[in-house]
């Protein structure tokens, strides 16, 4: 949510609720809510988002780190996914390496059954950042998240974003049957793509389906 700072008002978006600070020479714009304001967002379930980051998988910091027998380059698609939602819900840069790590180390989710990261993991690496993913099991669901704003994290197979196994998009935006992809492998190929191709590319792979189809919901909890 952007702010003009020249503008008299502050307008802080809260999804569901917005709260104007008049700014009056106190603390700088942005910094502080008062306490009612702030209840009035957690009653209605909402919380304040930030600007998702971009981060690439090839990032030439990260490209070559192995976990296990596979680099971040290979499999590292749901770790960099998280990391830029992850950024985005808590308002802290959280890097790709900083969620693979913890997967690698803390579950078996990511690159040791199999190569790359298991739905189960997905799960439990939101837990770990106090966020929570929630499995979307249909169409409806999928569009419903998309335009009440979140952040869902999907998995596609033989479409224009992987030819060959199955990869990780963010989506985040709705418009028109249209939603906004965020592609941590090829980011050139981020951009708007009609849901019902996402949804008819989507994986079929075991570890991607585990808990159902291969959409999660990532929100406060």
């Known amino acids: 949510n952007g702010s003009d700072a020249g ?14 600070l008049v700014k009056k020479g106190g603390p700088a714009p942005g910094t502080t ?12 379930g909402t919380s304040k988002t930030f600007p998702m980051p971009y981060f ?14 596979y680099t971040m380059g290979d499999t590292g698609c749901v770790p960099t996914s998280l990391s830029m939602v992850f950024s985005a819900l808590t308002g802290k840069t959280v890097l790709p390496t900083t969620v693979a790590d913890w997967l690698y180390y803390n579950t078996k989710e990511f690159d040791r059954l199999v190569p790359g990261t298991r739905a189960p993991g997905i799960v439990k690496a939101a837990n770990a950042w106090g966020l929570k993913a929630t499995n979307l099991t249909s169409y409806a669901s999928l569009t419903s998240a998309l335009r009440e704003g979140h952040h869902v994290l999907a998995a596609i197979q033989n479409n224009v974003f992987v030819s060959r196994g199955s990869h990780e998009l963010v989506l985040k935006g709705y418009n028109n049957g249209k939603v906004y992809v965020t592609d941590p492998y090829t980011k050139s190929l981020s951009g708007w793509y009609a849901m019902s191709y996402l949804f008819n590319t989507k994986s079929t792979d075991k570890d991607d389906t585990a808990l159902g189809l291969p959409f999660f919901k990532i929100s406060h909890l």
């Open 7 to 20: 503008t008299e008002g502050l307008s802080l978006g809260v999804e569901g609720i917005e709260v104007t």
């Open 33 to 44: 809510v008062k306490p009612f304001e702030k209840k009035a967002a957690v009653a209605k």
């Open 56 to 69: 690439s998988q090839r990032d030439p910091r990260w490209v070559s780190k192995y976990y296990g027998r």
